[in-house]
């Protein structure tokens, strides 16, 4: 989806008997996106698939919020979420600092590397973009590394 397409949400829950709600956000211009709950395992399941969930995923490294989801991709099949950030520079080099802090080092090295990390993770908290669309539950948020 274009950056610079505006969305409005309007909430419609729609139950059938016994059934949850569904919640869907509306695109200007009439499409509808529709939020799938993962639990269910009522998404879509071709490779290649994208979609919304019910759920959101934390960036264990930037901190930033998806429910933009992918399904598939090489060589497994299965669901994919990305931070949106990822292809920035300075989310890639805090991500290496991550990397490296998890290796075998001295006691005061990892002191100072942890510090470096949350220097820069404060530096590029501005920079930071979340990928929300509709209104997930923000209650069923989980956190994992991109």
């Known amino acids: 989806m ?3 397409e505006e969305i409005r949400i309007d909430i419609k829950p729609r139950a ?8 869907e ?3 200007e211009g009439g499409g509808e996106v529709k939020l799938y709950d ?3 395992h009522k998404y879509p399941s071709q490779r290649g698939d994208t979609f919304r969930s019910l759920q959101i995923f934390e960036c264990e490294t930037c901190g930033a919020v998806t429910n933009s989801m992918l399904m598939g991709g090489y060589p497994g099949y299965g669901l994919r979420y990305y931070c949106p950030n990822s292809q920035e520079n300075w989310h890639k080099e805090l991500q290496e600092m991550i990397k490296l ?4 080092h001295p006691k005061f090295y990892k002191d100072e590397l942890k510090k ?4 820069h ?3 590029h ?3 930071v973009k979340n990928d929300i669309l509709g209104n997930p539950d923000f209650s069923l948020k989980e956190r994992g590394v991109w």
């Open 101 to 104: 802090s998890s290796q075998p």
């Open 121 to 123: 993770r404060k530096k």
């Open 125 to 127: 908290k501005d920079d």
């Open 116 to 119: 470096e990390i949350e220097g």
């Open 38 to 40: 993962l639990r269910e």
């Open 25 to 27: 956000a509306k695109k």
């Open 2 to 4: 274009p950056k610079d």
């Open 16 to 23: 059938i008997k016994g059934q949850k709600p569904m919640i």
